[in-house]
């Protein structure tokens, strides 16, 4: 088969943060619901670039900027974004920061706060480092989930966008791989003159 017509593969970094899952108290379930979303999602071949650390600013940025040097388009964490002192992952992912995407922390907030009044306690933000876009994601397998695919009616139609469905044209924008998507799990959006024809 033509490699042409096969999807661009992609690099992607994906990292929970926790203390207790970290040091081995309780087992980690960040990692395997990034990694189980991201392979149904996307179309491209997908190499990832796990990575389990506690709850340390310092840990935390030099493991993203890692993550970006290493070449990843998109590196997705999880944990570490409320309110409790130890929670430090939005500060540690704006330090690395060349731009910040509060569209994304924005739209988070609005899918959570369809379940929970809590949700405006949390503080994801996504940001771009060089061409690479980092977003903090909830810590919840299933928050992870409706975050990134939005909510749907019972029909199966889209009641409210997931933050996946900007993340291909995102990626498009600041130099990265052509993400393509699996439309059953979250149609990816481009305006017409990014979308390449049809393979």
């Not at 388009?73 to 690395?96: F, H, I, N, Q, Y």
């Not at 910040?100 to 009044?117: A, K």
Request: aromatic content about 4%; overall charge negative; proline content about 8%.
């Amino acid at each position: 088969m033509n490699d042409a017509l096969q999807p661009e593969p992609v690099r992607i970094g994906i990292v929970s943060i926790s203390d207790r899952a970290s040091t081995g108290v309780y087992e980690d379930k960040g990692l395997p619901a990034l990694q189980d979303w991201l392979t149904r999602a996307l179309k491209n071949p997908i190499s990832f670039e796990p990575r389990l650390i506690p709850d340390e600013v310092d840990r935390i940025s030099a493991t993203l900027i890692e993550l970006v040097d290493a070449g990843c388009s998109l590196v997705l964490t999880t944990g570490g974004t409320g309110p409790a002192l130890r929670d430090v992952t939005p500060e540690a992912t704006l330090a690395v920061a060349h731009k910040e995407m509060p569209g994304f922390g924005e739209q988070m907030r609005q899918i959570s706060l369809t379940f929970v009044p809590t949700a405006i306690l949390s503080r994801q933000v996504a940001v771009v480092r060089d061409r690479s876009l980092i977003i903090n994601l909830p810590g919840q397998p299933k928050a992870i989930a409706e975050t990134l695919e939005g909510l749907k009616n019972a029909d199966g139609t889209q009641k409210v966008n997931g933050i996946f469905a900007a993340v291909p044209y995102c990626i498009d924008l600041i130099g990265g791989p052509y993400l393509e998507t699996n439309d059953d799990v979250c149609k990816g959006f481009r305006p017409k003159s990014a979308v390449r024809p049809a393979r």
